[in-house]
């Protein structure tokens, strides 16, 4: 009985601990911690009425912890910080239910951004409508402060986040539009299909070349993709892109494998507003791509 009560509330704390950490692993692990908190109470006789809020504040207690202790491992990250991204097939039916549930990479990416307790705040109370009582239980401070803490958080949000409006066939027009001409290395095309602030960044954790800084603007964006393209009809053979969705917004996954053996298997995905991509993301860690691999 109490496994069925809790593999009921999963999904949920999957979702919310995910959004607060940026890894489907360390979501995972922190969901486990919650099971092992939550069968030591119940074994206590612990009275508890509310089960999904009971966990959901127990969750969100675990992952202020993991994001305190990452704030240092982030620091000392190799190059630019991606979120592990959550793949699905396209052509699957019950991902057009799935892909609204889903949190965007161009959202995560400014999350990472908050402080833990902001981050803490913002998802509890704007995507799971905790209340700010239960919020600063688990910030340990009080009402007012956690409130003041979403409020910073939300304001941080709105200025950092790329703008991201476009429903799901218009980013897969535009994003197919992008990669023909960054394979014909079309430059003017390139443009036609970027805003002039685009920001590009690739995560490579320290083992795959990405580039240790973020790419912004127009031209530089452009001549960037136009130029990786060329290198890797030069350097790579059997290279295939597949429409995906990622994180529920559309994405290609491109593989290959270079003349060294070394295979190539790269996540992409953008973020669209008014017909041109405000953002492109290239996740190239192999430590955040198993899931890809064992799909």
């Given at each position: 009985?109490?496994?069925?009560?809790?593999?009921?509330?999963?999904?949920?704390?999957?979702?919310?601990?995910?959004?607060?950490?940026?890894?489907?692993?360390?979501?995972?692990?922190?969901?486990?911690?919650?099971?092992?908190?939550?069968?030591?109470?119940?074994?206590?006789?612990?009275?508890?009425?509310?089960?999904?809020?009971?966990?959901?504040?127990?969750?969100?207690?675990?992952?202020?912890?993991?994001?305190?202790?990452?704030?240092?491992?982030?620091?000392?990250?190799?190059?630019?910080?991606?979120?592990?991204?959550?793949?699905?097939?396209?052509?699957?039916?019950?991902?057009?239910?799935?892909?609204?549930?889903?949190?965007?990479?161009?959202?995560?990416?400014?999350?990472?951004?908050?402080?833990?307790?902001?981050?803490?705040?913002?998802?509890?109370?704007?995507?799971?409508?905790?209340?700010?009582?239960?919020?600063?239980?688990?910030?340990?401070?009080?009402?007012?402060?956690?409130?003041?803490?979403?409020?910073?958080?939300?304001?941080?949000?709105?200025?950092?986040?790329?703008?991201?409006?476009?429903?799901?066939?218009?980013?897969?027009?535009?994003?197919?539009?992008?990669?023909?001409?960054?394979?014909?290395?079309?430059?003017?095309?390139?443009?036609?299909?970027?805003?002039?602030?685009?920001v590009?960044?690739?995560?490579?954790?320290?083992?795959?070349?990405?580039?240790?800084?973020?790419?912004?603007?127009?031209?530089?964006?452009?001549?960037?993709?136009?130029?990786?393209?060329?290198?890797?009809?030069?350097?790579?053979?059997?290279?295939?892109?597949e429409?995906?969705?990622?994180n529920?917004?559309?994405?290609?996954?491109?593989?290959?494998t270079?003349?060294?053996?070394?295979?190539l298997?790269?996540?992409?995905?953008?973020?669209?507003?008014?017909?041109?991509?405000?953002?492109?993301?290239?996740?190239?860690?192999p430590?955040?791509?198993?899931?890809?691999?064992?799909?």
């Open positions: 009985m109490v496994i069925d009560e809790f593999e009921t509330e999963r999904p949920h704390l999957l979702a919310v601990a995910y959004r607060m950490l940026g890894s489907r692993a360390e979501a995972e692990d922190a969901v486990q911690d919650a099971w092992l908190r939550y069968h030591r109470a119940r074994d206590s006789g612990d009275d508890i009425r509310d089960l999904r809020g009971w966990l959901t504040t127990i969750t969100g207690r675990i992952c202020l912890d993991v994001l305190r202790s990452a704030r240092v491992r982030r620091e000392a990250y190799p190059g630019q910080w991606l979120p592990e991204p959550v793949v699905s097939r396209l052509d699957d039916p019950s991902e057009q239910v799935t892909r609204r549930q889903e949190v965007s990479l161009a959202l995560l990416v400014v999350l990472e951004k908050l402080t833990p307790e902001q981050r803490v705040a913002v998802v509890l109370h704007d995507a799971f409508a905790v209340p700010f009582e239960e919020i600063a239980a688990v910030l340990d401070i009080t009402p007012a402060a956690a409130r003041q803490h979403a409020s910073r958080g939300r304001k941080a949000v709105a200025e950092g986040q790329a703008r991201h409006t476009a429903d799901l066939a218009e980013q897969r027009r535009v994003l197919e539009a992008f990669l023909t001409a960054a394979a014909s290395g079309d430059l003017h095309a390139l443009a036609a299909v970027l805003a002039p602030d685009v590009a960044i690739g995560d490579g954790g320290g083992v795959v070349n990405a580039g240790r800084n973020a790419i912004l603007g127009q031209d530089k964006v452009a001549r960037f993709w136009a130029g990786l393209f060329s290198r890797l009809m030069r350097e790579a053979s059997d290279v295939t892109t429409p995906i969705l990622v529920g917004d559309a994405g290609m996954l491109v593989t290959g270079y003349a060294d053996g070394r295979d298997l790269t996540v992409l995905s953008v973020a669209v507003a008014d017909g041109r991509i405000t953002a492109v993301y290239s996740q190239l860690n430590a955040k791509l198993g899931s890809v691999v064992d799909r």
